[in-house]
């Protein structure tokens, strides 16, 4: 029987649907068109996603990894189609989500000479990727291919790069194309598996640290729900009766209703779990990156805590915290192997009072004087049970859908974490819609993020995907403005988003259904009827109070000592961390 004469292009495009690719995001564009061509010409399994920018496809990639913990691919083209890319690159990086972006390229010999729509995008994108490829030979493409899929998604996953001269892709291929195992891979120094093999040491001096505890806390971060550890951290928790609490990310890796569990810490976390931390004598951080967002000042974190903290990354060890004991290891096994060396034991009276704080400070919310995000957000919850999927942009509403969103499930809290992406909400539920259709997909967002990806608007209605799309309108730029009435005397300077468009009408636009909610006393009904609706995408436009601010708040670079509870009663310095 003769060989099949393929192209480069066919022949990515088959290595990837051996892989199991189900969907590719992008937009196409000349020097990927072999590789759009290619999708026509090979039969496969994968369906192309047509998105209307580049960065809402790389955000629709990264809400499917989020959901599913599988990688989805990214296909654009040179120049500025690749170039639009790099923010969903850097925001899938940065919290650690495996994504694949594969890019056209201009041709080999024209490549440093300024030809159109010539861009290196190789050089452009080694700061915000795991790795990337420059691919210079045609029978290479598979074996990159697989090693791409290698990296993203083991270790400590993240994004990778694929840029491929329209050349490559176009011409033919001679070599070998399937293989599966890791053996043809070109990737020295790199051994992921180690992350498996857990210092049986360190795990019996963490263990001695935890018998001796009498107030400790496990904190539990994005890590943790990559590991997919929630039933073995669930024992431990349960073992050890210790409270626990998460990052932003680490949200739902344990249900939130639970009666241990303390909710989100940091600078808009619940009083109680801030006031855990700076009460603690022991804290286990399993899968968290000890980011500035929930330490505060590093020198006064957990001061009189021995610090445990695990983490695939060895980086990550001793670059904001210096802890007691170092486990370098994939979360799921080192807890795994914690579970062998603890005994069970109570701690009804730290828990009693933790339960005193939740009691004396409970998240809460006015009532009165207009409609309120956190009404909103919590109608949601109370309607889904905390089971829903949901997606977020970044701002007050991010805070506060973290706040009274009380997740049930894992892998269903999306929000940008550490690159804070607006424009990443409504994109990532697309593509959280994609990955599990027959779940709820609800995205929270302000109406300054929706305005970058609300062209996506398209994409949401030609797939029929029924995402609660969520517009929280306050017509300002919540969060920024909130620091400037605090720290900034109030002098407001590019926040007021006046022209704002007429969210429902332009929904309608788009032939989505689109809804108003202006009164505090229709929300549970407006809900109602979206949470009902499944012919397609539906928009609900919240017109809310102005000027709400979030609180609890820690001022970035304060201590966690120094959290905000209510309003401040004088003026406020500036504060010396980031936003």
């Known amino acids: 029987m003769a060989k099949e004469k393929l192209d480069g292009a066919q022949a990515l495009i088959k290595t990837l649907d051996d892989l199991g690719v189900e969907y590719i995001f992008g937009y196409s564009g000349g020097a990927a068109i072999p590789i759009f061509d290619a999708l026509e010409t090979v039969k496969s399994n994968i369906q192309f996603v047509l998105a209307r920018h580049e ?61 159109f729509q010539e861009a290196d995008i190789f050089g452009i994108t080694i700061p915000v990727v795991k790795h990337n490829y420059l691919v210079k030979k045609t029978n290479d493409l598979p074996r990159i291919a697989r090693e791409a899929f290698h ?13 491929i001269p329209k050349d490559i892709s176009s011409a033919p291929f001679t070599g070998k194309l399937k293989s599966k195992t890791s053996e043809d891979f070109d990737l020295p120094g790199y051994h992921p598996e180690k992350a498996f093999n857990i210092d049986p040491a360190a795990i019996q001096e963490a263990a001695a640290l935890i018998k001796k ?18 039933k073995e951290l669930l024992q431990l928790v349960e073992m050890l009766d210790c409270p626990f609490t998460t990052t932003l990310l680490g949200k739902g890796i344990l249900p939130e209703t639970h009666p241990l569990s303390l909710g989100m810490l940091g600078m808009h ?133 973290a706040q009274f969103y009380r997740n049930a499930k894992t892998h269903s809290w999306l929000s940008s974490g550490g690159a804070g992406t607006m424009g990443f909400g409504f994109p990532a539920a ?42 929280l309108n306050n017509h300002y730029l919540g969060m920024v403005r909130q620091w400037q009435e605090l720290f900034f005397d109030d002098r407001l300077s590019g926040v007021d988003l006046e022209g704002n468009p007429d969210f429902v009408k332009l929904a309608q636009a788009y032939g989505i259904k689109a809804l108003n909610i202006k009164r505090p006393a229709d ?57």
């Open 213 to 230: 505890a009498k107030r400790p806390v496990i904190l539990a971060g994005q890590g943790s729900m990559i590991a997919r550890s929630e």
């Open 55 to 115: 960065q809402g496809a790389c955000h629709m990639a990264d809400g499917y990894a989020r959901a599913t913990g599988k990688p989805a691919v990214v296909l654009v083209t040179s120049g500025p189609g690749a170039g639009n890319t790099i923010t969903g690159l850097m925001t899938a990086q940065m919290d650690s989500v495996p994504m694949i972006v594969i890019c056209g390229q201009q041709v080999t010999w024209m490549l440093g000479k300024d030809a």
């Open 269 to 401: 976390g619940t009083a109680y779990a801030n006031k855990a931390m700076v009460e603690c004598d022991l804290l286990l951080n399993i899968g968290s990156r000890f980011d500035d967002r929930i330490i505060g000042q590093p020198d006064k974190f957990c001061a009189d805590a021995k610090i445990i903290h695990i983490d695939i990354d060895h980086a990550e060890m001793n670059k904001m915290i210096s802890p007691d004991v170092e486990i370098v290891g994939d979360a799921k096994a080192a807890v795994s192997a914690l579970l062998t060396e603890v005994e069970a034991t109570k701690h009804a009276e730290w828990n009693k009072h933790l339960n005193g704080y939740k009691k004396k400070y409970p998240l809460g919310y006015r009532k009165q004087g207009g409609l309120r995000m956190q009404q909103v957000i919590d109608s949601f919850n109370t309607q889904t049970k905390g089971e829903a999927i949901v997606t977020t942009d970044v701002g007050q509403h991010q805070m506060w859908a």
């Open 151 to 163: 990296i993203a998604t083991s270790g400590r996953p993240g994004a990778v790069l694929i840029d």
């Open 523 to 579: 929300v549970d009904r407006v809900v109602k009827q979206a949470l009902e609706y499944n012919e397609g995408p539906i928009l609900i436009n919240a017109e809310c109070v102005k000027t709400d601010n979030v609180f609890p708040m820690i001022p970035a670079g304060a201590a966690l000592e120094d959290m905000l509870i209510e309003p401040p009663k004088h003026k406020m310095a500036k504060p010396t961390g980031s936003t």
């Open 430 to 471: 697309i593509g959280a819609a994609f990955a599990c259709p027959d779940r709820d997909v609800i995205t929270f967002c302000g109406d300054g993020g929706f305005q970058m990806t609300l062209f996506e608007l398209a994409t949401a209605a030609i797939h029929k995907l029924p995402i609660k799309i969520v517009v």
